[in-house]
């Protein structure tokens, strides 16, 4: 806008409104002004820059009321410049807070899973409002977000900040051409916190071998299951969700579709007590949390695949497609399973059909928890005699010794699950077959014996057993 539109707006012919206000008419494309004699104020408006909206229609004027003249020239001016910028007349009342809970309820958890969504909720919850969710949408910029992650950092370390900043760059960029607050993303080139030097050492390859000869040997319940993570590298809840249904002992195959998971249920009964923020304080059933509700449900959405279980226990799909896959089943893991399978396949209490699941007098047959595959691992690092390490670093072992010994990289990214796998169901099928060869290579470093070994297998339960096990062999003592 020209600079002497900041002047006394020219005039046209004198005319008379029908209160008794005397103005003249503004030259097209001026600001027009009157004083409105009554309420003391100075009244402007000028025509929209766009003229006509997405619809054809006419855009309404930009107006602007104060009773200062030059405070008035300045406001209407300023909506002149806004508009220009595709900012919406006014600055926003919306705030950061504001569009950050309508991105969660209405957007975010149409499509997101509920894992993402609890980890997203916790963000939003306690690392990005309390930070910067007063400040205005449309004024949000790179300082607010350095100072968002410099206080993180300072509180709860890098990692945090990192995923608060990821959380809060999506949320900006869904409201992108959402908001007129926000034309485009000011703070996607603000650098992420640099990540920490990862502290996990993977298994060496004779602490690995230790593991897997500790395997072999013992008669523990769950020894097959430490023998499945290590010569899978699959992760925790997939190994401990797997199904007899998926083990495929014709084709010596095991479909990874599922993980089980842990979800935290909501009340099913009414609220009794909401407070002005709408925040429930009481509930029906007199209980604080939705666990002890005795009509406590899952609030999962339509779409999400999900089988329940016990408890809080589910059995849900893996975080990526690249999850759903084909894994072979080696010699030595075949025999694993093959040994578990006279324990638990068939087994008439087991009515979720798991290839492990909780032996404890309490607990017996339900699924097992997380935690409590946690506390044995640990133990087995005792009996072995090795230092302690997290399952997960289980799937850097497995990685590692591939790489070690030239497995291509798109071979292991299918035997482990990354999600930068993109495949279609033929080229699953291929994978399996390369698969198979190229853990030979690990099997190998292991010094373990790779030809088809003698299954173990009794008989002596009356039990049937999987398609593809034999049940004329000799009985485990």
């Known amino acids: 806008m020209p600079k002497q539109m900041l002047s006394n707006p020219p005039r046209g012919k ?21 004083k409105d004699e009554k309420k003391g104020l100075h009244v402007f408006s000028m025509e929209h820059p766009q003229k006509t909206g997405p619809d054809g229609k006419r855009m309404p004027r930009l107006r602007a009321k104060n009773k200062d003249y030059n405070a008035g020239l300045a406001a209407i001016q300023g909506k002149f410049d806004r508009v220009k910028q595709g900012l919406p007349p006014t600055v926003s009342k919306i705030t950061v807070g504001w569009w950050l809970d309508y991105w969660y309820e209405h957007i975010l958890k149409v499509t997101a899973k509920p894992k993402t969504l609890e980890g997203f909720e916790i963000a939003i919850r306690l690392h990005i409002t309390p930070h910067i969710g007063n400040v205005k949408l449309e004024e949000l ?54 990540a920490l030097p990862s502290t996990k050492t993977p298994y060496t390859p004779r602490e690995a071998a230790m593991l897997l000869r500790f395997v072999q040997d013992s008669e523990d319940f769950y020894a097959s299951l430490w023998g499945f993570f290590l010569l899978t590298g699959d992760r925790k809840g997939e190994a401990i969700g797997l199904t007899w249904d998926c083990v495929d002992f014709v084709n010596d195959t095991i479909d990874m579709s599922w993980q089980l998971q842990r979800y935290t249920k909501k009340h099913g009964c009414e609220p009794l007590v909401i407070a002005p923020n709408g925040k429930v304080e009481a509930w029906t059933c007199e209980r604080a949390y ?18 329940e279980l016990w408890g809080g226990l589910v059995l849900s799909r893996p975080k990526t497609e690249a999850g759903q896959r084909l894994i072979p089943m080696i010699a030595p893991l075949r025999e694993l399973l093959a040994r578990q399978a006279e324990r638990t396949y068939d087994e008439p209490n087991n009515v979720h059909n798991l290839v492990w699941y909780n032996i404890r007098p309490r607990s017996m047959f339900r699924p097992v928890s997380p935690e409590f595959v946690d506390d044995l691992w640990a133990s087995v690092h005792e009996q072995v005699g090795i230092p302690s390490r997290s399952l997960h670093e289980i799937r850097h072992t497995t990685v590692t010794l591939l790489m070690a010994f030239g497995v291509p990289i798109e071979i292991i990214k299918q035997i482990v699950g990354h999600s930068t796998v993109f495949s279609t169901e033929n080229y699953l099928h291929v994978g399996v077959d390369l698969a198979r060869k190229e853990f030979a290579k690990l099997n190998m470093l292991l010094s373990i014996d790779t030809s088809e070994p003698e299954v173990v297998v009794s008989a002596a339960s009356g039990r049937r057993l999987p398609p593809g096990l034999s049940p004329q062999i000799r009985a485990i003592s």
């Open 14 to 34: 004198r005319r008379t409104t029908a209160n008794g206000d005397t103005r003249k008419r503004a030259v097209n494309g001026s600001i027009s002004h009157y």
């Open 141 to 194: 910029g790179p300082d607010h977000v350095r100072y968002m992650q410099e206080q993180i950092i300072e509180a709860t370390g890098v990692p945090t900040a990192r995923k608060a900043r990821r959380v809060l760059n999506s949320a900006i960029n869904a409201g992108v051409g959402e908001r007129k607050e926000l034309p485009f993303n000011r703070v996607a080139n603000v650098p992420q916190p640099k």
């Open 290 to 307: 939705g666990a002890y509700c005795p009509q406590a449900r899952f609030d999962f959405p339509d779409w999400y695949e999900v089988r």
